[in-house]
């Protein structure tokens, strides 16, 4: 199975976010964190705000964060899909961080305020994802 | 005469400045049209995956979603009209509305009772001019939908559709909270954009879902594959049907917009060409009251020379 690689796409509402070859995806869903690897069975889940991490065909990495979604899988072939979903390199962090404040002010018991507050915990993470890496 | 000519003179004069405005909507219009196709393409691949997930839900589980369940007797139906915030363009408005009217028609004849949705200033103003209600609308972004409105719409319309019958479904948008009456069916009138030159309004039902309306239906070779589904089949489709949905409102709205641009080319075009005739005509006709005018003094100065060289001829 080594010479295979996987199909990746990351689908946001209003765009392709990224398409390519990768040799590992992980993701979090609704059970807990996902990896795929090639040869994966056929599968159809439920995504949380998070990060989706890929590793290229050409071994490099790259993050996203993404809200409420559906990763699906089959014959290689990986369809990630989320009404928003931003690259790390997109995101600003700045404004990830004030949204984060502002949706821990709004209260967590309340579900849509909670449901701010992880996809700003997403994004803020995919980003530091990316400033370590290219610390490294 | 010299009054019509400056009269037909301040007519070309106006005519020429409205071609000019005419003129810088069709371009605008057509450099828009570029942009409302390319997000039409861009949601494209996302509506397709949506669409392929859904299909493979429905064809290897037997599960039975609220979402999908055709009502017995269905009773009451939400109709969204999408329309555009501003005018100028055509007949675009008035044939979604007239088509809307249709399919509304068409509702009660087989006994249900129809609540409108509208999107769009256009629409608004339809209902409001001839006092009819609206459950809810919304405006000020027919041009550039975003998908952050059309979810809106979205959740307003499963909201009505998940409610129990007579009661009231309940949205909260923003920091505001509406109720919307329940519903037993959802329908959309949008226009569809079939090319530059033709638009067409269309209907077509939301909801309960038909599995599956695709845009692009996989080869029939193309088998699907045995999906497992995490955590379960009904919750993979709890999460899956009402993105769908928002997923075709984002689609009809962008159509729509294509559409709308489209249209208004169009009709700015006609408009402009009908000024170039206009003024094409107005010049004639001022072009002959000026020739006339001429003609005129002219015979009015020989004639009067004439006068004069017959009273001196008579005196001497």
Known sequence: MADTNLQVELVAADRLVWSGEAKQVTARTVEGDLGVLPGHAPLLSVLVPGVVDVQTADGETWAAAVDTGFLSVADNRVSILSEYAQLSHEIDLEKARQDLERAREAGEDDDEALAHVRSAEARIRAAERESSSRAR | ?316
């Open chain 2, 1 to 316: 005469m010299a009054v019509s000519l400056r009269e037909y003179r301040a007519r070309i004069r106006s005519t020429e400045s409205m071609k000019k405005i005419t003129r810088a909507m069709e371009l605008i219009a057509a450099s828009r049209i570029i942009k409302a196709q390319q997000r039409a393409q861009a949601a494209a691949p996302y509506a397709r995956e949506l669409t392929r997930a859904v299909s493979a839900v429905a064809t290897f589980s037997n599960v039975e979603h609220p979402l999908t369940t055709e009502p017995e007797d269905p009773k009451r139906a939400a109709v969204l009209v999408v329309t555009s915030d501003r005018g100028l363009a055509g007949a675009y408005s008035s044939s979604v509305i007239r088509e809307a009217e249709r399919l509304a028609e068409k509702l009660r004849e087989e006994g249900k009772e129809v609540d409108t949705y509208i999107s769009g200033r256009k629409g608004q103003a339809y209902f409001t001019f001839r006092q009819r209600p609206v459950v809810r609308s919304w405006s000020g972004f027919s041009d550039q939908p975003t998908y952050e409105k059309a979810a809106e719409i979205g959740q307003a319309l499963i909201a009505a559709f998940n409610a129990e019958e007579g009661e009231q479904g309940t949205v909260s948008a923003g920091d505001e909270e509406f109720e919307v009456p329940a519903v037993d069916e959802v329908h959309v009138v949008f226009t569809r954009f079939r090319s530059m030159l033709s638009q067409e309004p269309s209907a077509i039902r939301l909801l309960p879902l038909e599995v599956v309306e695709g845009t692009e239906k996989p080869d029939e070779s193309e088998l699907l594959p045995l999906y497992e589904f995490e955590p379960s089949a009904e919750e993979v489709l709890d999460t899956l049907l009402p993105q769908y949905v928002q997923s075709r409102i984002y689609f009809a709205h962008l159509q729509a917009a294509a559409s709308e641009l489209a249209a208004r080319q169009q009709a700015m075009k006609s408009a402009t060409d009908n000024a170039d005739e206009l003024i094409k005509k107005y010049k004639r006709i001022a072009n002959q009251a000026r020739q006339a005018g001429i003609t005129q003094e002219i015979s009015e100065i020989v004639g009067g020379v004439n006068a004069l060289a017959d009273a001196g001829a008579g005196r001497d």
